[in-house]
């Protein structure tokens, strides 16, 4: 790689970091994904690629290099997540540099068929976090791991944000305003079983809640880590005899699923989840009905207390 493209490369990714919030593991992949294509367009021209043959890359390019990756066993799914990468940097680069990316933007993505959510049945999302309590020596934890999951399940929450709650979110209100994914803000109604298990976990927590420090703490009174979530969902599951589809994310899909089926509107659901394509939230359904926040707490399997 040349030293141009290598410094262009690096600009970029401070930019994804700084302007569009991309967390420390996309910023990783996105160098590993367009480092890779750089280094095959070197090899496939037997030059270095500065800046002046980067704005010439051609459609032949484009398939020679998706070929070539196809032929290292990369998946349909893995290679449509590298050149989405690598038409980001080239837009990029071609609005810095004034020339024409269409060759690469044109490129089109191959097709795969996107995995389904598994979401777990109401019983088992039920029984998966009275379950979660009994996993501990300590009542303090098996009451955080219970109200963690409760907010994955009962508001839809991704894990990390969840773990993202500072103290001074506490005690939670009717709605929460939620950062999810790059930046994005969204208010999330709190149903009261979510609302109470908080209140549980911070009557129990022998740790002293602070406004700037995390809302849930790991046992020595730091910040509690996604993997003790998924490690005492993985005991309650073989408890239960659930699959290992049964992760923190699937209480995040079923809180979606069960939402649906019982009525809830997808556009609304897509709000409630921080999703940014309505197509994504469409994994869950293909059936668009009416009316979820007027029924959103009695709807909601959890939404009872």
């Keep these: 790689m040349s030293p141009q493209a290598r410094d262009a490369l690096a600009d970029w990714l401070d930019a994804q970091a700084a302007l569009n919030g991309a967390a420390a593991n996309t910023i990783s992949a996105y160098r590993a994904d367009v480092t890779d294509f750089l280094a095959f367009m070197t090899q496939h021209h037997g030059d270095r690629q500065g800046l002046g043959p980067l704005s010439r890359i051609t459609v032949s390019d484009m398939r020679?290099?998706?070929?070539?990756?196809?032929g290292q066993g990369v998946s349909p799914r893995s290679l449509a997540r590298k050149l989405s990468a690598v038409k980001s940097f080239y837009r990029w680069l071609a609005e810095r540099h004034g020339f024409e990316p269409t060759a690469v933007l044109a490129t089109r993505s191959p097709r795969f068929r996107k995995k389904l959510p598994r979401p777990l049945d109401e019983d088992a999302a039920r029984a998966m976090i009275d379950t979660v309590q009994l996993q501990s020596a300590k009542d303090w934890v098996n009451t955080r791991d219970m109200a963690v999951l409760t907010l994955l399940y009962g508001?839809?929450?991704?894990i990390s944000e969840a773990l993202g709650l500072k103290g001074r979110d506490a005690p939670l209100g009717d709605v929460i305003r939620i950062v999810g994914k790059?930046?994005?803000e969204r208010l999330v109604p709190i149903l009261?079983?979510?609302?109470?298990?908080v209140n549980a976990y911070l009557a129990a927590c022998p740790h002293p809640q602070e406004d700037d420090g995390p809302l849930f703490r790991a046992v020595r009174g730091g910040a509690l880590a996604p993997r003790a979530v998924q490690q005492a969902m993985a005991r309650a599951r073989m408890q239960l005899g659930l699959p290992a589809t049964a992760t923190p994310h699937a209480l995040r899909h079923s809180f979606?699923?069960?939402l649906l089926n019982a009525g809830g509107d997808l556009r609304a659901i897509q709000e409630l989840l921080g999703h940014a394509s309505l197509s994504t939230t469409q994994a869950y359904t293909a059936v668009d009905t009416a009316r979820l926040m007027e029924v959103y707490a009695n709807a909601h399997p959890k939404g009872g207390g």
């Design 64 to 70: 020679a290099w998706m070929a070539a990756t196809r």
């Design 182 to 184: 790059g930046g994005k």
């Design 256 to 258: 979606a699923t069960h």
């Design 192 to 197: 009261p079983a979510a609302r109470s298990a």
């Design 155 to 158: 508001c839809g929450l991704r």
